[in-house]
C-alpha cells in the first residue's frame, strides 16, 4: 500500500458526562490516510473512514453527535459492551454454589450488562505503536457493580493498524471468582453510514452451527447445524436473500439476531466473517478468538434516531459481528465457560479488516 502520511493519534474534549467528569475524542490516523475517533466514554469508536475501491473515503459506522446523545439515546453504537455481552435471562445466575441476581434492562432479562462497560469513562492512554496509533483504555469495575461479584480489572487497547484494521484487545482480571463476556458493538454500513439497508452486502459466516433462540432471545440450549435453514451462511450470500424468510427463528428478532458457533479453533485468532459492498467495492473481515459470535441486522434500528451529519438511521441500516462466549452461558453447561476466577487473565481479540475488491 502507498503511504498517505504518517501515523498519529490527538486528543480533543468530547466534553462532559452528566455527572461532571470530563470525556475525550481521540483522532488515530494510520499510514494509508485511514482514520478512527474512539471516545474513552464507554470505549466508543465514534467514527471510522476507510477507501472504497477508488480510494475515496467514508464513514463506515453508525454514530451520535454528542456525548449527551450517547449518555442518553445510543442503542450500543460503537460501545465495549461489559461486563457481560448479550442476555442472561431473568438477570440470575449460579456461580460457586452462590445465586446472583442482576437488574433487568431488556424485558425481564439482562442485556450487556446493565448500565454497563458502555456507560462508563474509561481511563486513556494514547501512543503511536508500530503496527499504528493505539489508544489503550483502563477501567476497574468494583465488586458488586451491576450486579456481578469481583473487582474487575479490564484493559482495552485499540489500534488503527497499518493494514487498515481496527485491532481490539481485552484483557481482564479478577480478586473473586466471577463472569466475563465483553464485545465490540459498532454497527458497519460498508457503503457509508446513513446510506441506506445493509441487505445488499454479501456476508460469508465461517460458522456451521448456531445457538437458536426462544422468543425473548434466550438460547434454548441447543447447539444446530445451520444446514437447511436461512442461518446457513458458509458461502457468500446477499445478507437480505433469506433474511424475511417464513421461519420462526428469523420472526423472534425480526430478521438476524443470533449467536454463531465459528467453527475456528476456540482461543485462536481465526476468520469468522467477511463482507463486501458491491458498489463501493469494500471488504470486511472480521477475525476473533472467541467461540461464537453475535450477528445482528439492526432490526431494532427504526429511523427515529438522528445520527452524525444528520443521517436518519433507518430499520436494517447497519450490521453488528459481535465476537464473543455464547449468550446466557451461565446458565448452560454444554456452552463454552464465560467463568473467569482468581490468578487468570481473560484474553480477548478482534480484528476488523477493511480491503478494497475489485
Ligand atoms: C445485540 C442484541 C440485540 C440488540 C442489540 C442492540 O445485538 O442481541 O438484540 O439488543 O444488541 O440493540
Known amino acids: 500500500m502507498k503511504k498517505a502520511s504518517i501515523s498519529s493519534i490527538s486528543e480533543k474534549s468530547f466534553g462532559k458526562t452528566s455527572s461532571g467528569q470530563n470525556v475525550s475524542l481521540f483522532t488515530l490516523k494510520n499510514e494509508n490516510g485511514a482514520m478512527a475517533t474512539i471516545t474513552n466514554y464507554g470505549g466508543t469508536v465514534v467514527s471510522l473512514l476507510m477507501p472504497d475501491r477508488h480510494g475515496k473515503f467514508s464513514d463506515l459506522v453508525l454514530g451520535l453527535r454528542t456525548l449527551r446523545e450517547y449518555e442518553e439515546k445510543s442503542p450500543y453504537f460503537g460501545c465495549l459492551v461489559g461486563r457481560f455481552g448479550n442476555r442472561i435471562a431473568k438477570g440470575a445466575f449460579k456461580l460457586g454454589g452462590k445465586n446472583y441476581q442482576l437488574p433487568a434492562n431488556n424485558g425481564p432479562n439482562s442485556l450487556h450488562g446493565g448500565k454497563g462497560f458502555d456507560k462508563v469513562v474509561w481511563r486513556a492512554v494514547p501512543s503511536v505503536a508500530k503496527l499504528g496509533p493505539s489508544l489503550r483504555l483502563t477501567y476497574t469495575s468494583r465488586d458488586g457493580e451491576e450486579g456481578y461479584p469481583g473487582t474487575l480489572q479490564v484493559t482495552a ?173 451461565p446458565n448452560h453447561k454444554n456452552f463454552p465457560s464465560t467463568r473467569l476466577r482468581p490468578g487468570e487473565v481473560y484474553k480477548n481479540t478482534i480484528i476488523y479488516r477493511f480491503l478494497k475488491g475489485k
Open 157 to 329: 487497547t485499540y489500534t488503527l493498524t497499518n493494514r487498515n484494521e481496527l485491532k481490539l484487545v481485552y484483557r481482564a482480571k479478577t480478586d473473586k471468582t466471577t463472569i466475563v463476556n465483553l464485545t465490540h458493538h459498532s454497527y458497519f454500513n460498508l457503503a457509508g453510514h446513513g446510506h441506506g439497508e445493509i441487505l445488499d452486502h454479501v456476508v460469508t459466516l465461517h460458522a456451521g452451527k448456531f445457538t437458536p433462540v426462544n422468543k425473548n432471545l434466550i438460547p434454548t440450549g441447543k447447539i444446530s447445524s445451520v444446514k437447511g435453514t436461512p442461518f446457513d451462511l458458509l458461502k457468500p450470500t446477499a445478507i437480505g436473500t433469506h433474511i424475511d424468510e417464513d421461519a420462526a427463528q428469523l420472526k423472534f428478532a425480526g430478521g438476524y439476531d443470533h449467536n454463531w458457533v465459528a467453527d475456528k479453533p476456540v482461543g485462536q485468532l481465526g476468520l469468522i466473517a467477511k463482507f463486501e459492498e458491491p458498489k463501493s467495492g469494500r471488504i470486511m473481515e472480521v477475525f476473533s478468538t472467541e467461540p461464537g459470535f453475535q450477528f445482528y441486522t439492526g432490526n431494532f434500528l427504526d429511523g427515529s434516531l438522528r445520527g452524525k451529519a444528520g443521517k436518519i438511521y433507518h430499520r436494517r441500516s447497519g450490521f453488528c459481528v459481535e465476537p464473543q462466549h455464547f449468550p446466557d452461558s
